[in-house]
């Protein structure tokens, strides 16, 4: 506690140990590994261009192939970069910098229309850089 010349509580002083500010910084990785037939497929997180949600599965789309992971589209996401990635459905996340075009509710990825959810439209709205 900060006390003043009368001996009042004027404020706190909080201490963070060195190892518990590590272990809340996080470095999101580059890439990630996909099971794909018995095979680790490496694939840049550079290349997702947008997260589909179905059940308990998340698609990956990026611009060459889809690949389909058995996790759910939220916890993909908490190993991304969240100033990558936002979710602007309850099905569906994309990259930022492969946003095309913004229409109404539509994001458009290049000839790709996804919808945006009335609840993450203020999200999203954060994540662009407007002019």
Do not use: C
Not at 78 to 88: A, G, H, K
């Amino acid at each position: 506690a900060i006390l003043n010349q009368e001996q009042t509580i004027t404020g706190y002083l909080l201490k963070v140990n060195e190892r518990e500010a590590e272990k809340t910084k996080y470095d999101y990785p580059a890439s990630i590994f996909i099971r794909v037939k018995g095979q680790l497929l490496k694939i840049s997180v550079s290349e997702i261009n947008w997260l589909e949600a179905l059940d308990n599965y998340t698609t990956i789309h990026t611009t060459a192939k889809r690949y389909t992971v058995k996790l759910f589209l939220k916890d993909v996401l908490l190993q991304l970069s969240p100033d990558m990635f936002v979710r602007i459905h309850r099905s569906f996340a994309v990259a930022v910098n492969q946003i095309t075009s913004i229409e109404d509710d539509t994001i458009y990825i290049g000839s790709h229309a996804l919808p945006v959810g009335r609840q993450y439209k203020s999200e999203l709205m954060k994540q662009i850089t407007l002019f």
